[in-house]
């Protein structure tokens, strides 16, 4: 700005030295007067063209961005749909002119993919994704778009399938001896087996988490599922009722094991969400803490009381999940409580002639293993080696159910 000033002064004084020159001398008073006049109006002319100019060079900036955002997390995620959303954190200085989430297949989605459209307005919001297909995953961006273009907010990734509700524990592969020589003659020979890693349910499967499953597939109300029976609604310890059209676990009871369930209602429950029925071997590992093993004779001690609600403390009935110590791997209830299914078919010799890698029990058989012991029966039944088996149409008030996972 001072030079400019000086550029002035300098070509004013040059008009000075010119009229000078002019011989008049009576009206050199008037000119002087006249040139300071001017020279003040031409100073003030060069500075408001100045800042004019300084003021239009300010304009010429353009501050304007493309939105800032964050996609928000990923919920309610079904085999078909899923809910997102974005929390715009800077609109760029203009107006949003439209907003939502993007997704697809491939990273990276833009606009150009599948979008939700949430109008134009500045909030945040959420979008419901649909039309997806079950098992696949995708990538989800949230998007906001103003005169300068549109932003995306960091990238999210789901697979679209049922999620499990319940915790997981994972069980590192590993090698072990399964069975036992303290107990039944079908606990022997011990035999040295070998495991892929696998997560298993920290809990049994409680009432309102199996009442959720009946409704979501649209079981009968009266417990069965294509003609096959899920649950017995006539059981004698049945703890889910059937009101108004819904299942629904009975008042205080939610977070209890669910009881009564056959094996291919709990078949279905685990590959509901994803998994499968353990195989016995993967129980046992589990039971017996897996590579953290202790040994112990029940799930997690020698003392059954610390770690089991068994027919010495229960009081003559099931407890709420996880209220007993959990065993070396962080795993609640293995022993008591309720007994659980497995995937293998029953064999009393088969620890004679069991495969060493992955053993997935006899190709076929009567009754399905039954593991862990329960709430009433001998303490001797909730011993990390026991083994027992039901038909798997059977249901008792004894015994539940835990899924595992393989990724
Ligand atoms: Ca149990
Ligand atoms: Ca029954």
Redesign the pocket.
Same mark, same amino acid.
């Given at each position: 700005m001072f030079g400019r000033f000086v550029y002035v002064n300098k070509h004013t004084s040059m008009f000075t030295h010119t009229l000078a020159k002019i011989k008049d001398r009576k009206s050199m008073t008037t000119l002087k007067i006249s040139l300071t006049i001017m020279k003040k109006s031409i100073l003030i002319l060069f500075t408001v063209v100045f800042l004019t100019s300084c003021s239009k060079d300010d304009d010429l900036v353009d501050n304007t961005t493309v939105p800032t955002l964050t996609t928000l997390a990923i919920t309610e995620i079904t085999p078909t749909s899923a809910t997102s959303g974005g929390d715009i954190t800077d609109a760029g200085g203009a107006d949003i002119t439209a907003k939502g989430v993007c997704w697809n297949t491939s990273p990276s989605p833009t606009i150009l993919d599948f979008t939700t459209d949430e109008g134009n307005n500045p909030s945040n919001y959420t979008s419901s994704i649909s039309g997806l297909i079950v098992n696949t995953t995708y990538y989800v961006r949230a998007y906001a778009t103003n005169s300068k273009g549109t932003g995306y907010g960091n990238e999210l990734e789901f697979t679209a399938k049922n999620v499990f509700p319940g915790e997981k524990v994972t069980v590192a592969g590993g090698a072990f001896q399964m069975g036992s020589t303290a107990g039944r003659t079908n606990e022997s020979p011990i035999h040295g087996v070998t495991l892929s890693q696998f997560s298993i349910s920290k809990y049994?499967i409680t009432n309102v988490q199996y009442a959720t499953f009946m409704n979501d597939i649209g079981a009968n109300g009266n417990g069965s599922f294509n003609g096959v029976e899920y649950l017995d609604m006539a059981g004698v310890g049945v703890q889910i009722s059937h009101t108004s059209g819904d299942f629904i676990a009975n008042s205080g009871k939610e977070n209890y094991p669910v009881i009564e369930v056959s094996w291919f209602g709990a078949k279905a429950y685990a590959e509901y969400y994803g998994g499968r029925l353990p195989t016995e071997a993967e129980w046992e590992f589990a039971a017996k803490g897996g590579n953290s093993s202790s040994g112990y004779i029940y799930s997690g001690s020698n003392t059954l009381d610390d770690v089991a609600w068994s027919t010495a403390n229960s009081g003559g009935t099931t407890h709420p999940i996880g209220t007993k110590n959990a065993n070396e791997l962080g795993i609640h209830?293995?022993s !008591?409580?309720?007994?659980?299914w497995t995937n293998d078919w029953f064999g009393s010799d088969y620890y004679g002639s069991s495969p060493s890698d992955d053993p997935q029990g006899l190709t076929s058989g009567i009754r399905r293993v039954n593991r !862990?012991g329960s709430w009433n029966g001998s303490v001797s039944y909730s011993r990390v080696a026991y083994r027992n088996g039901s038909n798997p149409v059977n249901t008792y008030e004894n015994l539940g159910f835990r899924p595992v996972f393989v990724p």
């Open positions: 049994e209830d293995m !008591g409580n309720v007994w659980e !862990g």
